[in-house]
């Protein structure tokens, strides 16, 4: 059965490529897989004969010390090489249109979902277009993107520096992991909290241990949970985190003082940035966008379905399928010293993180659907990973028979990379499209959307973009018999927008809901034919 198990990922790759429909979570050429899949059955009866046999040469590879730095420089050439450019992947060309909107309109993007990663992202792309670059904000994402890389592979080689095992291939648990797709120059908007994630994995861990160190546990992970809720509020879920600590790591004289002090720090940190950015910032929020007022919980009679358990372990699959089958594997065949790690504290503290992450996963209403939420649904990635390597480097056996298996999940992990590399032409042209409809709508409405209170801005200028977009890129498409409609339901939507924010008859949320149904119907309308036409633009 032992012997089995290792087999597992090596079949269930190759038995998915014959599947009528492949899942979503295998982006590239089946023959690709099959290849992988073949090569990797080969290397892992070699390897598991070897050391039944207990040859001399397998029992060599076992005592060699693998640099595990090497792997990782490879491994970080082949992010920057090889950047994520498929925009069906994430919220793709919405997230990049907004981000460069909002930078040109308002000077950065920001909402209180994600404050510091909308900003931090905008000010990166002026300050790379003031040197010269272009104002495309995929190269200021791609910069932040692999920056964080550098500190996550970092961050796992600094964890495993003290331990004796520290060069026998321990890295190859983050590069088999998918969710490090998130740094290869990913455009998104959960690169930079994920290596905030890591520091604060790693803090709780070192001072868990040691009971004297209470103060610092308890103060520094609110302080870095308050901040990652600034990058991500997804980070909110590791508030269970904070309960745990103060519940198990404080002791019984300090209970009040400690929650006093916690909660004085994480307000600190926290409530200056959203009450700016609520009342003072011009513009202010848009209410309207915003998750923290509308939260997107999965509905009640679909939280229990076999669609939704699908759902899930695709993302688990797609992000971090070989550490967690190699903590199955130690819970279904080492009981004996997995429960020893799990004693330890800071095993603990890493296991709370990912179950509040897998109530995130169980409970958030995923709106793009699959591939695109892969990576707002798999934040519990990290702290699984993190687990493994923790178990990885602490144990007293070399787990040679795994080397195959994780190489296997790293080959996997380039192979996507190289795929989603790949663009789509047709929506390359869009972008471009669009970058040049974001200039000229800016240069053409800026000064009046300045005249808006500051309420209003974002919200105006959001609608009044998708308005303006709608005529300007269906003009440029090929004729169709809907063409000359859909321009002129835009420009009549435009027109009323404009209205309804003057004469302040979108204060009514009924009149304000009816127009929006409506535009919807139009935009539904919009987004069909740039599915079925293409853009005829000569200049491109």
Not at 335 to 357: C, D, G, M, N, Y
Request: aromatic share 18%; with cysteine; hydrophobic share 45%.
């Amino acid at each position: 059965m032992k012997t089995a198990f290792l087999f597992f990922p090596y079949l269930f790759l190759l038995v998915c490529q014959f599947l009528p429909n492949k899942p979503w979570f295998f982006p590239a050429n089946s023959l690709v897989y099959i290849g992988i899949a073949i090569f990797f059955i080969f290397l892992q009866s070699v390897v598991l004969y070897g050391k039944t046999k207990g040859l001399v040469f397998f029992k060599n590879l076992e005592q060699y010390k693998y640099p595990d730095w090497i792997f990782a420089f490879f491994f970080f050439v082949c992010l920057v090489l090889f950047p994520i450019r498929n925009m069906d992947w994430g919220d793709g060309l919405l997230l990049l249109e907004t981000n460069l909107l909002e930078t040109k309109l308002f000077g950065f993007q920001f909402t209180l979902d994600e404050i510091l990663e909308t900003v931090l992202h905008s000010l990166v792309s002026n300050f790379l277009s003031n040197l010269g670059f272009t104002d495309d904000p995929r190269i200021s994402y791609t910069f932040l993107s692999q920056l964080a890389g550098i500190c996550v592979i970092f961050g796992f080689l600094w964890a495993a520096r003290e331990n004796l095992k520290s060069n026998s291939l321990s890295i190859l648990i983050l590069l088999s992991s998918g969710g490090i797709l998130l740094n290869f120059g990913y455009a998104e908007n959960y690169t930079l909290v994920t290596a905030n994630h890591l520091f604060l994995y790693i803090f709780v861990s070192k001072f868990a241990k040691n009971p004297k160190d209470n103060d610092l546990l308890l103060y520094g992970a609110t302080a870095l949970v308050a901040i990652s809720m600034l990058f991500h509020l997804v980070s909110g879920y590791l508030v269970l985190l904070l309960v745990y600590l103060w519940y198990f790591h404080s002791p019984k004289e300090k209970k009040i003082k400690h929650l006093i002090v916690c909660s004085f720090i994480g307000f600190s940190i926290l409530l200056p940035w959203f009450l700016y950015f609520l009342f003072l910032h011009d513009p202010s929020i848009d209410r309207n966008s915003t998750h923290l007022i509308h939260p997107p919980f999965y509905p009640r009679n679909r939280l229990i379905s076999l669609n939704h358990i699908k759902e899930i372990l695709s993302v688990l699959y797609w992000n971090v399928s070989i550490p967690s089958l190699f903590l199955l594997y130690q819970f279904l065949f080492s009981r004996t010293e997995w429960k020893q790690f799990l004693r330890r504290p800071e095993s603990k503290v890493t296991v709370v993180a990912i179950f509040a992450f897998f109530l995130h996963g169980f409970f958030h209403n995923p709106q793009l659907g699959f591939p695109a939420d892969w990576d707002l649904m798999g934040f519990y990635w990290l702290p699984i990973t993190f687990l493994t390597h923790q178990f990885w480097i602490q144990s007293k056996e070399i787990h040679f028979e795994w080397i195959p298996v994780f190489l296997f999940g790293t080959v996997v992990v380039l192979v996507s990379a190289v795929n989603l590399n790949k663009t789509n032409p047709k929506k390359e042209i869009l972008w471009e499209v669009t970058k040049t409809t974001i200039h000229s709508y800016v240069e053409e409405n800026k000064i009046y959307i300045n005249t808006l209170s500051k309420d209003d801005k974002k919200f105006f200028a959001k609608g009044d973009f998708l308005f303006y977009k709608g005529q300007v890129i269906t003009k440029q498409l090929c004729d169709f018999p809907e063409k000359l409609d859909i321009i002129r339901e835009m420009n009549a939507h435009r027109t009323n927008w404009k209205k309804g924010f003057e004469d302040g008859r979108f204060q009514s949320k009924d009149v304000l809901n009816q127009f929006l149904t409506e535009a919807t119907k139009t935009n539904i309308k919009y987004i069909k034919s740039l599915e079925v036409n293409r853009i005829c633009h000569p200049q491109l």
